[in-house]
């Protein structure tokens, strides 16, 4: 299957979303399963800054509008790197969490309000011991460089504040601290640029092959 022609059609971008993003959850239930006591990490100084507050949830949970996002409304060039940066990603967190788990002190969720209803079902559901590094973190900043076109300001402009809100809702919902956001920006970081990189080095190949004339009988 080649994913990067002029339009890329859907089942394509479902296909490499669900190998990406499908990869990520793989890798993050396999780090639940560490044999290892889990490290508590503290507030820092930026933690005290964003006071703990339940109806962040739901801008934490438009996360899992925009990774679909992403991979409906991309570039087709962009697909490729987008799926290869987050598996690698994943991998590297999912070794992280097996190696040296972490956690933080969650604070009680108010159970009277709707958002601490839903913030409590989804604490039910998550890992207590795959804080750091946050993949939250690393997906939302490969999802903003994904949709990024600099012929597109105005979408760039909504990109940038969704993706900066997803960021301020971990911290804000305490599902993660500031050092684990931090942490996982920096992994989608480094993982975007390598899967860019490589991706640089393919195209150039295919061109190649594809325009030798032992291809074109």
Partial sequence: MKPDYPRARLHTRIGLMLAGWGT???CY????????????LNE???DTLVPFDASAVWL???FFLLVPAAYL??????????TRSMQLSAAVAGAVFLAW???IVYPAIPPATIGGTVLTALAGADSPRNCLPSLHGALTLLCVVALWERKRPWRNAAVLVWGLAVMW???AARRHLSIDLGAGVMLGA????????QRAVEVPTEIEFNSSPENHP
């Fill in 190 to 197: 480094v993982c975007s640029w390598f899967a860019t990189r």
């Fill in 44 to 46: 820092g100084i930026l």
């Fill in 24 to 26: 990520v959850g793989l």
């Fill in 101 to 103: 788990p972490t956690t």
């Fill in 169 to 171: 809702s971990v911290v």
């Fill in 29 to 40: 239930s396999v780090g639940r399963l560490t044999p290892h006591v889990a490290h508590v």
């Fill in 73 to 82: 409304f991309a570039a087709p060039d962009r697909l490729t790197p987008l």
């Fill in 60 to 62: 934490y949970l438009s």
